[in-house]
């Protein structure tokens, strides 16, 4: 038997509100362990191979996808290659997120320093961006493989780009600080 379309959207609506709370914790465990941990150099050294594998997987996940989105746009690619590309690296991105606020809990972040605090802002926003995405490729899956992006409404093309921009806006913030944060340390 097929659920109806209302009992469809309210079901997502409430996996994401779950989603959005699940993010907030996780954030607010990572730094309330972070700034209490101090851990042998040895914990660090290896937290801090974790964490940068994980900006590998995570911000590697992020532009392949937004990649697609734009190849996508252009009339390189279809919808259909692009939902195919979103299925195999959302769950690489949820892993690499776990993987950057276990890992970042072992590397003693510096709450006092405005910077680390734009950083974490921005992780923030990165992983709430990603429970709010789903609403969109709930929608996106709706629509036909081979519609093209030019063809949706710009209401619809506006939220494909706000999404993506904010995405790899918040990725990109989180490493540059997070360079920074090291070299200066
Ligand atoms: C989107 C999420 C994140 C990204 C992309 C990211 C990225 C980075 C990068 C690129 C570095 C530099 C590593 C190096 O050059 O050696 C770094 C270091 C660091 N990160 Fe993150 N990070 C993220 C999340 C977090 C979180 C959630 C925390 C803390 C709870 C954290 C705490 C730290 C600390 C303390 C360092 C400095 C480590 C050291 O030099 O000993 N990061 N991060």
């Known amino acids: ?15 994401r509100a779950l ?5 907030l914790i996780a954030m607010y465990a990572s ?18 191979f974790v964490h940068l594998a994980s900006v590998i997987v995570g911000l590697g996940a992020a532009v392949l996808l937004e990649f697609y989105g734009l190849q996508w746009a252009r009339g390189r690619a279809t919808l259909d290659d692009l939902r195919r ?3 195999s690296v959302t769950g690489l991105a949820w892993l690499a997120i776990a993987g950057l606020l276990a890992s970042g809990a072992l590397l003693e972040p510096d709450l006092a320093d405005p910077l680390t605090d734009i950083k974490m802002l921005a992780v923030l926003i990165v992983a709430m961006n990603g429970v709010a995405m789903t609403r969109l490729t709930g929608e996106l899956a709706r629509l036909p493989g081979s519609v ?8 619809f093309r506006f939220w494909c780009v706000w999404s993506a921009s904010v995405s790899q806006a918040g990725w990109w913030t989180a490493v540059v600080i997070g360079m920074l944060n090291t070299s200066s340390a």
Do not use: D, K
């Open 31 to 48: 730094l309330a362990l972070g700034s209490t941990l101090r851990p042998p150099a040895g914990i660090h050294y290896s937290a801090l």
């Open 1 to 15: 038997m097929t659920t109806p379309l209302i009992e469809r959207h309210r079901r997502s609506r409430h996996r």
């Open 148 to 155: 093209a992006f030019a063809r949706l409404p710009q209401r």
């Open 85 to 87: 590309i979103e299925r």
């Open 19 to 23: 989603g959005y709370w699940c993010v």
